[in-house]
């Protein structure tokens, strides 16, 4: 398996040490209006102290400069975040994680 860089501007999310996943697609599909789609991505971020925190963020499509925070919780939460997503933005239930080298 090769180690790659999430694309741009997700590559700007991700510091050395985090843990980038990239969870799927929001689409036509989900019922959610244009400005509610995107691209959805898993961070574990590595603080300087040692603590993590995880975060889900969507891309919007329409201008991907423009970055959502959806969730962030303590820890390793990669869990339950996937869980809200699943729940609450309207990816398919065969989205899984993609993980990516940071």
């Known amino acids: 398996m090769i180690a ?29 209006p244009p400005r509610d789609r995107g691209e959805v991505w898993i961070v574990c971020h590595a603080a300087g102290n040692g603590e993590r925190w995880t975060h889900l963020y969507r891309i919007d499509p329409r201008d991907p400069r423009t970055v959502y925070l959806e969730r962030a919780a303590p820890g390793e939460s990669v869990a339950a975040l996937r869980r809200w997503a699943l729940r609450h933005l309207g990816l398919a239930q065969g989205a899984g994680l993609v993980p990516l080298a940071a």
Do not use: H, K
């Open 4 to 32: 790659v860089l999430p694309p741009p501007p997700a590559s700007l999310l991700v510091r050395p040490g985090d843990r980038a996943m990239r969870m799927g697609w929001v689409g036509e599909a989900s019922g959610r």
